[in-house]
């Protein structure tokens, strides 16, 4: 039984030691993932960072210690010139805070070589609790919903965990309404955790408020990423921290979502949390591409379900 001034997820990893703290969707995920690094690092616990990573690794100077796994430091660099490098800057900026680390960066391919590369972070670690961050919602679409956003991402990374056998697993959601522009329908979203509810795996939420120390770090980063990487701005980053900071509606913090209209609003920076492996066992389709070694079979295993659906779940707006 819990109360109501706890917080499952806090509970959840209150005797953690060890966490592997790992963005689920490519990309920046792992930003999202920063405050929670923060608030861990301050609570004394050992701390390890990985990203499923948009770089193309094998086309930078991060060593490979394992098949499809690097580990990326401030130093290395992106030869191949397109300036796409989200976990070096990460390792850049925490490094300009003292902090000299390293992150896993996990090449894009299917849930079983994921699979192995978690298990090899897990031993190297002594990992006793494992956190995935999707900066959006798409990774709470079960399959049947008309709409499913990329989940490729979100659901290779999930199950590639799921199936390492950790037991304390946590999903963390961030960014209510950024995943409208790649169809996904927040009411499903909510029905989806009223589901979970249920059956035991919602474990509640938490706020970014401005005058946070962990607010204002992701800030920072955000920041820091936006000058280093102009042209390649992360939408879902820049659209958490206008939420933090306050802003409301069709706000824009970078030239990328120009000509589109946003929905900043201050559920954005809120962290939903849940227990992966109960949201695994939602997923309709995890058989299909549980053995999936590339993106592509996952595709396939995805189609393969989709085609045989009998009924979707449509698209519906929130009737507020």
């Given at each position: 039984?819990?109360?109501?001034?706890?917080?499952?997820?806090?509970?959840?990893?209150?005797?953690?030691?060890n966490?592997l703290?790992?963005?689920?969707?490519?990309?920046f995920?792992?930003y999202?993932?920063i405050?929670?690094?923060?608030?861990?690092?301050?609570s004394?616990?050992?701390?390890v960072?990985?990203?499923?990573?948009?770089?193309?690794?094998?086309?930078?100077?991060s060593?490979?210690?394992?098949?499809?796994?690097y580990?990326?430091?401030?130093?290395?660099?992106?030869?191949?010139?397109?300036?796409?490098?989200?976990e070096k800057?990460?390792?850049?900026?925490?490094?300009?805070?003292?902090?000299?680390?390293?992150v896993?960066?996990?090449?894009?391919?299917?849930?079983?070589?994921t699979?192995?590369?978690?298990?090899?972070?897990?031993?190297?670690h002594?990992?006793?609790?494992?956190?995935?961050?999707?900066?959006?919602?798409?990774?709470?679409m079960?399959?049947?919903?008309?709409?499913?956003?990329?989940?490729?991402?979100d659901i290779c990374?999930?199950?590639?965990?799921?199936?390492t056998?950790?037991?304390?697993?946590?999903?963390l959601?961030?960014g209510f309404?950024?995943?409208?522009?790649?169809?996904v329908?927040?009411?499903?979203?909510?029905?989806?955790?009223?589901?979970?509810?249920?059956?035991?795996?919602?474990?509640?939420v938490?706020?970014?408020?401005?005058?946070?120390?962990?607010a204002?770090?992701?800030?920072?980063?955000?920041?820091?990423?936006?000058?280093?990487?102009?042209?390649?701005?992360?939408?879902?980053?820049?659209?958490?921290?206008?939420?933090?900071?306050?802003?409301?509606?069709?706000f824009?913090?970078?030239?990328?979502?120009?000509?589109?209209?946003?929905?900043?609003?201050?559920l954005?920076s809120?962290?939903?949390?849940?227990?992966?492996?109960?949201?695994i066992?939602?997923?309709k389709?995890?058989?299909?591409i549980?053995?999936s070694?590339?993106?592509?079979?996952?595709?396939?295993?995805?189609?393969?379900y989709?085609?045989?659906?009998?009924?979707?779940?449509?698209?519906k707006?929130?009737?507020?």
């Amino acid at each position: 039984m819990t109360h109501l001034d706890k917080n499952p997820f806090f509970d959840r990893i209150k005797e953690s030691k060890n966490v592997l703290l790992a963005g689920a969707g490519g990309g920046f995920d792992i930003y999202s993932g920063i405050p929670i690094y923060q608030n861990l690092i301050n609570s004394g616990k050992n701390v390890v960072l990985a990203n499923y990573s948009f770089t193309l690794l094998e086309e930078t100077t991060s060593e490979e210690v394992f098949p499809n796994c690097y580990k990326v430091r401030m130093g290395d660099s992106d030869k191949s010139g397109r300036n796409y490098f989200p976990e070096k800057y990460l390792c850049s900026f925490l490094g300009s805070k003292g902090a000299y680390i390293t992150v896993y960066g996990l090449s894009r391919v299917g849930v079983q070589p994921t699979r192995d590369t978690y298990n090899y972070i897990i031993k190297e670690h002594d990992i006793d609790t494992v956190i995935l961050v999707d900066g959006g919602t798409d990774s709470l679409m079960f399959g049947d919903e008309e709409g499913l956003g990329t989940p490729q991402e979100d659901i290779c990374s999930m199950a590639a965990a799921h199936r390492t056998g950790v037991k304390n697993q946590i999903l963390l959601s961030i960014g209510f309404g950024v995943d409208h522009y790649h169809g996904v329908s927040h009411y499903r979203f909510l029905e989806n955790i009223s589901e979970l509810t249920r059956e035991g795996g919602y474990l509640g939420v938490f706020h970014l408020l401005p005058d946070m120390e962990e607010a204002i770090l992701l800030e920072e980063l955000v920041e820091y990423a936006n000058i280093v990487m102009r042209g390649r701005e992360s939408i879902v980053a820049n659209s958490i921290v206008s939420a933090v900071q306050g802003n409301y509606g069709d706000f824009h913090r970078t030239k990328r979502t120009k000509g589109s209209e946003l929905w900043i609003n201050p559920l954005m920076s809120m962290y939903w949390a849940f227990d992966l492996h109960k949201v695994i066992r939602k997923i309709k389709y995890y058989d299909e591409i549980k053995a999936s070694k590339t993106i592509g079979e996952f595709n396939m295993g995805l189609s393969s379900y989709r085609q045989n659906i009998k009924k979707t779940r449509e698209k519906k707006n929130i009737p507020i």
